[in-house]
């Protein structure tokens, strides 16, 4: 039946795919590849299921693009630590001074919403992007909707089309990985060979 919700919600991710604008992509993969070259670190912020793309991410990056890659949502004791003391709006930002954030490195936004200091969503990601901006940091987003905080300040971010409001969470959330898969796998970006595809 052609009407079912698998079929719906397999068509509008085929949707989703078509309108990508895929010269965003080789932009940040060129980016990427310029951070690698220059010794520069990417710090990879996400919450939620967004936090658990980005333990992933992180993995993909060092091994597969041999950047220096990290995510703060990695160490759990030190977030609730910082939550418990000092409050969860600036778990990231502060995170991010005691790594020694600089110029030479890279935020990677993964959000659904990028973050908003008006309506109080995602308020750690908003303070971490304004002291990224602080330190001259690279700023790259992977965002739903209409990209939030993060698409007003990212030096690039792609945005991952509204195709049906009741499944933006979904979808991007989804799209976060099959975009930095792509980014992984992009020649600017890749350095070496994954498992499946290196065995004949």
């Not at 397999?10 to 010269?23: K, N, P, S």
């Not at 969860?88 to 993964?110: C, E, K, P, Y």
């Amino acid at each position: 039946m052609t009407d079912s919700y698998a079929h719906q919600h397999l068509d509008e991710t085929a949707r989703i795919v078509a309108a990508l604008d895929a010269t965003v992509l080789d932009r940040m993969a060129a980016r990427l590849g310029a951070l690698r070259g220059r010794g520069g670190r990417l710090f990879v912020l996400g919450v939620g299921g967004s936090a658990a793309n980005a333990s992933h991410a992180v993995n993909d990056f060092r091994k597969l693009a041999g950047i220096e890659t990290y995510a703060p949502t990695d160490n759990v004791s030190e977030l609730t630590a910082r939550t418990n003391d000092e409050g969860w709006d600036t778990v990231f930002a502060a995170w991010l001074q005691g790594s020694h954030l600089r110029g030479a490195d890279t935020i990677l936004v993964l959000s659904v919403g990028g973050g908003s200091a008006e309506h109080n969503i995602s308020p750690n990601i908003v303070k971490a992007l304004v002291y990224a901006q602080e330190v001259g940091a690279e700023i790259l987003g992977i965002v739903g909707r209409d990209g939030g905080f993060t698409a007003t300040v990212a030096d690039e971010c792609i945005i991952v089309p509204t195709i049906n409001p009741d499944n933006v969470t979904p979808h991007t959330e989804a799209f976060q990985s099959v975009i930095w898969h792509l980014l992984v796998s992009h020649p600017m970006v890749k350095t070496s060979q994954t498992k499946w595809e290196s065995t004949t």
